[in-house]
Every structure is written in C-alpha cells, then in structure tokens.
C-alpha cells in the first residue's frame, strides 16, 4: 500500500518562503517520478512541477518557473517542494503524487498519477 505523507504547509506573507516535503511508502521510491499539484478554492487541482525519478529531469508550470524547485532524496524516500517568492495567488491545497507506472519521468497530467498525498493547506497573505 502506497502512503504519501505531505507537510510544511502554512501561512506567510506574500514574498515569504516554505519548503513542502512528501514522505512516501510502500513502494520502491527511487522507481517512480513524483510531482505537485495544487487546488485552490473553488478551481480545479492544477498540476505545479514533476521530477523524473533520479531527479535529473524537471518541468514546471509556467505561474511557478523562477520561484519553485522540486526536488527528491532517493535515500529518505521524499520529494520537496521549495516555493520562494510567494504571492497570494499561490494560496491552495498542495498535493504530492507518485507516478502510475515506473519509468523515468512522467508527464504533468493528472491522469498519469496513480497515487496521491492528503494534501497541505498553503496560505499567501498579500
């Protein structure tokens, strides 16, 4: 059973920073690519940044590109979310989720992801 686990979330001022991780479980880690995604109220959940699974390759969406890093240690089974210029429009659940099948990378659809994390409510006050 796949378990993946987010924390960091909260609450900060606009141009404020904080780093999102997702400890995952239950599968080989190192196998899948992982990504973040996002909801915030009243819209649909939108895809923020992927990460193949050796972490070489990385693709962003572009409201996020210069300001969020995604990254992952193999070793402690964990991708990490960095969001650092922040604004209010970044207010919303963020999600980690585990790739469908194993390979290097997936894509930034949602389709393509099989398992996905509780959530982390983060807040941007302007």
């Known amino acids: 059973q796949v378990q993946l686990v987010e924390s960091g979330g909260g609450s900060v001022q606009a141009g404020g920073t904080l780093r999102l991780s997702c400890a995952a479980s239950?599968?080989?880690?190192?196998?899948?690519?992982m990504a973040w995604f996002r909801q915030a109220p009243g819209k649909e959940r939108e895809p923020v940044a992927a990460i193949s699974r050796s972490g070489s390759m990385k693709s962003y969406v572009d409201p996020v590109k210069g300001r969020f890093t995604i990254s992952r240690d193999n070793a402690k089974n964990t991708v990490y979310l960095q969001m650092n210029s922040l604004k209010f429009e970044d207010t919303a659940i963020y999600y980690c989720?585990?790739?469908?099948?194993?390979?290097?990378?997936?894509?930034?659809?949602?389709?393509?992801?099989?398992?996905w994390g509780q959530g982390t409510q983060v807040t941007v006050s302007s």
């Open positions: 989720a585990q790739c469908r099948d194993a390979g290097q990378i997936c894509g930034l659809g949602q389709y393509e992801y099989r398992y």
């Open positions: 239950g599968r080989t880690f190192s196998g899948y690519a």
